[in-house]
């Protein structure tokens, strides 16, 4: 009496060179409901789904829509079986219109009146109003992700894979997207969201799958499972969740950043980002930055690592190291070994330059010491930081910007992408360099890393910076980074 | 295979390949390639006055803007105007050389190369500025100067460096005393042992400094460059184009001063372009820029002879010189897309 699957995978297998990505793996998901895929970073979420949606030929494993088994050779057959993806970076072409980017993923005739018509039409009927005159390029992040899923569903989507689609969104931009995925399910359809966030997964969704390893290591219903039991699975061990609470910083150590009527302009050089921030960091204590996207936490953070020009008074004890938060263009340069990746964040200050002359053995030494330090897997410091995960790229970036011992570390989003076992570790490493005095300026868009990591949370709303009082509660310092006057709980 | 081997196979297979090219050409438009490819030898290789004055006086020029080239290239930016530049060298040069008659020769041949490295900078400086400026892409800029350079020639030898009867559109000769030295019965001048030092001061730079990677950095990562390594990116742009452009007016400055000790409109044979194609062959490091000028100098000495001896056009090795460059290119798009496949796969 029950119907099959809506979308079922049994065993898929898929090997790339050395890498077992998937060994076994499958999942299924049934109309009605929405299905929330956990796990690590390379556990096999995306791979799993790219074969889902045709993009990846599997060595082995049977995929079947609706009980019919079905094999795609490419993403045009998955959408042909009513499967739509929106992927984890955005694929609209920023020079054409929302209009033309449906026509050219739903494979419409770009007759523009008519073309105009038929995407309001769709978008209003999905519930997802945009302007088809709009120019994806012009287009804010929200927006530009409610494009994707417009284009996903184009074609009479039954399923809709999401991967990883909060990462980008503000809190109640993320509201607003689950209660999209429960409408869709509402109507017959099927949700797959890939997350890394358990408390998503407990509170949108109707059944669960926790990859690890290429392998299912559970899959069962929502209701009455615990972000306890979901992380278990996900890391095998249930202890990564909790941090040890942090410690009270000493309040008389020496002041290392103090900041007064601090200005920054954004960095197009238009706007300023920040007006009359005050903010003091004394040695030894980690500061977190607790603020959405767009509020002047960036500018702020990157005036005190001296990365933007600012106005004010700004006094930063030296060295000062920064953590970039988008580490493959800012903080590595990819193609770079590791070894010259750690000389260019250490610069001329390095043991190994001496003069002009730079000692590249010396520094392979070290950087080979820095990789068996702070356990970053990898062939050798000869090894091209591109052919490291991400939580590995990340370690190394974090054992460069402590090598230097500074004074001061200002981070931006430390843990962004890294797995729940690759965020304690940063997070440790972190707290460790603060019991050693050194001073910490913290900005995580995740608020659960800023209260676990700093030891006094400052919000950044507007460009003005707010200090929160000890023991403020989540929805105060909530209240405060969404500009809400008065709103506290 | 180690990667040093390797590093020299794909430039050897190209030649190869280029050589092939050659001779199908040669066969395919009713010629006798083995001829064709002999007098080729000969011209380059066949004796020691071939090799001295006709493939390695060819490469002096070709290496000293190779190495320009690669220099520009290392830190991001893209120097297409070394023609013009090599011709504002040979202009100021030329200038030079004929005031400087009665010094003493190191110090006049000194002049002649430091008019020769001032212009071309002060050429590609213009560029240089309106890329810092306005953000004007410097691989139209330079290129289009090139076109002005050329003309800049053409009226200085019927206008001011016009020689004294004002009947043939070049300049008056330079006086010996302003002239580069030579190595005694052959045309191989003194431009070698600036190219020869250039190669292995910007080797020792690449390999050995901090400024040299720091280049490297602003070419291959300008955000990480200046947000992780604190680095000034725009300005070692500019510095590595404006030092490009120094290298170019050199190899100008030592055309005049060691080959033709006059200017003349079609002074390059279009060096300011084959040297790019050195600078790639070689993949931009110095020494191995030597041997491929070397190379490229014998292709186009050889080329001369082939024309002169056999009667065969010298087009026939400017498109062995495509050949071999599209070869290296294609290699190197393969390999870089066999590590992107391996990272992916990693990952």
């Known amino acids: ?489 | 295979m180690s990667a040093r081997l390797r590093a020299l196979l794909v430039p050897a297979l190209a030649l190869v390949a280029g050589l092939l090219v050659i001779a199908l050409y040669l066969t395919a438009s009713g010629f006798d390639a083995a001829q064709g490819l002999a007098a080729m030898w000969r011209g380059a290789f066949g004796s020691w006055y071939a090799v001295s004055s006709a493939t390695l006086v060819r490469a002096i020029p070709l290496a000293l803007i190779a190495l320009g080239f690669s220099l520009a290239l290392r830190a991001g930016t893209l120097n297409i105007g070394a023609e013009g530049q090599f011709y504002l060298g040979a202009i100021a040069a030329t200038w030079v050389g004929l005031h400087a008659g009665t010094l003493p020769r190191a110090l006049a041949v000194a002049l002649v190369v430091a008019a020769g490295a001032g212009a071309g900078l002060l050429w590609v400086a213009v560029p240089a500025w309106l890329k810092r400026r306005f953000g004007v892409l410097e691989v139209i800029s330079t290129l289009l100067l090139n076109f002005v350079a050329e003309s800049l020639t053409s009226l200085m030898v019927q206008g001011p460096l016009q020689e004294p009867t004002h009947v043939y559109p070049q300049s008056d000769m330079l006086p010996v005393s302003a002239r580069f030295w030579a190595v005694p019965g052959t045309r191989l001048h003194a431009g070698a042992v600036l190219a020869v030092a250039a190669a292995i001061g910007l080797a020792w730079l690449y390999r050995r400094t901090a400024l040299g990677f720091e280049l490297l950095a602003a070419g291959a990562g300008p955000r990480a460059a200046r947000v992780t390594g604190g680095l000034d990116v725009p300005r070692l742009a500019m510095g590595a184009l404006l030092a490009s452009g120094a290298l170019a007016g050199i190899a100008g400055a030592a055309e005049v001063g060691g080959v033709s000790f006059a200017l003349y409109p079609n002074l390059s044979p279009g060096y300011g372009f084959t040297g790019i194609a050195v600078a790639l062959l070689a993949r931009g490091e110095p020494l191995g820029i030597l041997a491929s000028a070397v190379l490229f100098g014998a292709l186009e000495a050889g080329a001369g002879a082939m024309q002169r001896d056999a009667g065969i056009p010298s087009v026939a090795v400017y498109v062995a010189e495509a050949v071999i460059i599209v070869a290296v290119l294609l290699a190197d798009t393969l390999a870089a897309r066999r590590r992107a496949a391996l990272a992916e796969a990693g990952a």
């Open chain 1, 1 to 489: 009496m029950t119907a099959p699957p809506l979308l079922s995978l049994e065993g898929i297998a898929k090997r790339f060179g050395r890498v077992q990505a998937l060994a076994g793996a499958g999942l299924a998901v049934r109309a009605g409901t929405v299905h929330a895929l956990l796990g690590e970073n390379g556990a096999g979420k995306s791979t799993l789904m790219h074969v889902a949606y045709g993009m990846i030929r599997p060595d082995a494993g049977t995929i079947r829509v609706a009980g019919a088994p079905v094999t795609f050779a490419n993403p045009r057959g998955a959408r042909a079986a009513g499967i739509g993806m929106v992927h984890q970076h955005f694929t609209s072409v920023p020079a054409f219109t929302v209009a033309e980017n449906v026509a050219l993923a739903a494979g419409w005739a770009v007759r523009p009146a008519a073309l105009r018509a038929r995407v309001r039409a769709l978008a209003e009927r999905l519930g997802l109003p945009l302007d088809p005159d709009a120019r994806a390029g012009d287009l804010p992040v929200a927006l530009l992700q409610r494009l994707e899923i417009v284009k996903a569903l184009a074609s009479e989507a039954r399923v809709l894979l999401l991967d990883e689609p909060t990462g980008v969104l503000t809190p109640p931009e993320v509201d607003d997207l689950l209660a999209l995925a429960r409408r869709f399910a509402g109507q017959g359809g099927a949700v797959v969201l890939i997350t890394h966030k358990l408390d998503e997964a407990l509170r949108a969704t109707d059944e669960v799958t926790v990859l690890r390893r290429g392998q299912v290591v559970l899959a069962r219903p929502v209701a009455g499972a615990s972000a306890r039991d979901l992380a278990s699975a996900m890391v095998g061990d249930a202890t990564a969740l909790d941090e040890p609470p942090p410690a009270p910083a000493p309040g008389d150590a020496p002041v290392r950043v103090r900041l007064a009527g601090l200005s920054v302009r954004r960095e197009d050089g238009t706007a300023p980002a920040v007006q009359g921030a005050e903010l003091v960091v004394r040695a030894g204590e980690i500061v977190g930055v607790a603020a959405v996207e767009g509020n002047g936490q960036r500018e702020l953070l990157r005036a005190v690592a001296g990365v933007l020009p600012a106005e004010g008074t700004l006094e930063v004890a030296a060295p000062v190291s920064f953590i970039a938060e988008d580490r493959t263009t800012e903080g590595l340069v990819p193609a770079f070994t590791l070894t010259e990746n750690v000389a260019l964040g250490l610069g001329r200050a390095a043991p190994w330059v001496r003069g002009p002359s730079l000692d590249w053995a010396a520094a392979r030494r070290r950087t080979a010491a820095l990789i068996a330090d702070y356990d970053v897997r990898a062939p050798g410091p000869d090894a091209r930081a591109s052919a490291l995960s991400g939580g590995n790229q990340q370690k190394l970036v974090v054992a460069r910007a402590l090598e230097r011992r500074p004074a001061v570390l200002v981070a931006e989003n430390p843990t962004r992408g890294l797995d729940l076992a690759a965020t304690r570790a940063v997070h440790d490493r972190l707290r460790e360099a603060a019991g050693r005095g050194l001073a910490v300026l913290v900005h995580s868009s995740d608020l659960d890393e800023v209260l676990a990591l700093a030891h006094r949370v400052v919000v950044v709303s507007r460009g003005r910076v707010v200090p929160v009082p000890v023991g403020a509660s989540r929805q105060w310092i909530g209240g405060l980074m969404l500009g809400v006057e008065g709103a506290l709980a």
